[in-house]
């Protein structure tokens, strides 16, 4: 790996970052705050978030396993992929290289920093090589984004080639797990301690059912969670998310169970699709959600739309043509779904 001090931006490098009145003191001593500019009514809001997250990262560590020195937290995964940005990427000069198709934040991240976002195509597996995405890099290339299992194909990448992209590339490498615990393949956490250069992304938006308080993990080497905390917003988690958070991880095995629902709901839907005449193929998937070969994506997309059922038209993505994207929902949902398409 190139040294941080080479790969992070030299404004970034030498940010004296700001510090607020919570970062100067902080513990649960004191009982007297007039140090913040708070207004002392209207507990507890009135009261600024702890902006290191401290209590849910402790939480969060015993869940999965890293330290809370290696964990950063923002506001939604999304969050952590525009600092990649921000911390690595000098705008007009250097570039990202990401697999296609993929995840759309990386391309519009990349166009909001004026980054270049070079593209490798998946293969017709849907997979890749990793020396066709090393052969993509060049001299200015910061960054190199995976997402396994990927959106929108949903399978996950092939683990060996994702390591060896980790091994032999000297800059930055992302992997997105926001699918992991869908998945029968392992997180790449385990390897964060011997591979300073990986960066992984999880968030609260998919298995743990809570999109809506917008929480996404980035796990990293010390230094480059420091990097990060200096640059994010000072109070970037509400107190809010921190505090439903902190509920949810109190019962990870409800999420176990919603899992295996899932699962189980998955295999029945994919199973059913491929009895309907509409539809030509299902891609195999590791995610809670798959795609699905139909014989007219746009007019079924429109037909289901007419019963207020919504689905993803990925008819104009790369390599998904004719092809919607199936979340999956509860049986009755599913349900619901199956008998429009059936009637069609
Ligand atoms: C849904 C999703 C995310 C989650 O984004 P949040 O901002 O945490 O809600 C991240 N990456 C991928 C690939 C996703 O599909």
Not at 123 to 133: H, I, P, S, Y
Not at 146 to 173: A, W, Y
């Amino acid at each position: 790996m190139i040294s941080l001090e080479k790969l992070v931006r030299k404004n970034i490098w030498s940010l004296a970052p700001y510090s607020s009145a919570r970062d100067e003191y902080s513990g649960k001593e004191a009982h007297v705050f007039l140090d913040a500019n708070e207004n002392p009514y209207n507990e507890p809001y009135n009261r600024y978030p702890d902006p290191l997250q401290r209590e849910l990262k402790s939480a969060l560590r015993k869940v999965k396993g890293v330290p809370e020195e290696n964990i950063f937290l923002g506001n939604g995964s999304d969050e952590a992929i525009d600092l990649a940005y921000r911390v690595f990427c000098n705008p007009g000069r250097d570039n990202v290289v990401a697999l296609d198709p993929s995840y759309g934040m990386y391309q519009v991240c990349a166009d909001i920093n004026d980054v270049e976002c070079r593209s490798v195509m998946l293969d017709d597996n849907f997979d890749f090589q990793a020396d066709k995405l090393l052969e993509a890099c060049d001299a200015n290339t910061k960054i190199i984004w995976m997402c396994s299992p990927n959106n929108p194909t949903g399978n996950s990448l092939n683990r060996d080639e994702m390591m060896k992209v980790i091994e032999s590339f000297e800059g930055i490498v992302i992997v997105d797990e926001a699918y992991i615990d869908f998945s029968q393949q392992k997180s790449l956490r385990q390897e964060l301690p011997s591979h300073p250069n990986l960066i992984i992304l999880q968030t609260m938006s998919k298995a743990w059912g809570s999109a809506a308080i917008r929480l996404g993990m980035a796990f990293a080497s010390k230094e480059i969670i420091a990097i990060y905390n200096k640059v994010k917003y000072p109070y970037n988690v509400n107190q809010l998310t921190q505090q439903q958070a902190l509920e949810m991880l109190k019962d990870p095995y409800e999420v176990d169970k919603w899992v295996k629902i899932l699962l189980s709901e998955r295999s029945r839907l994919m199973q059913s699709f491929l009895e309907l005449p509409t539809c030509e193929q299902v891609y195999k998937t590791d995610a809670n959600f798959f795609l699905a070969k139909m014989t007219d994506a746009v007019a079924i997309y429109n037909y289901l739309v007419d019963k207020g059922i919504i689905v993803r038209n990925r008819h104009k993505v790369q390599l998904c043509q004719n092809c919607l994207r199936i979340t999956i929902g509860t049986r009755s949902e599913n349900n619901e779904l199956l008998s429009a398409l059936r009637q069609y």
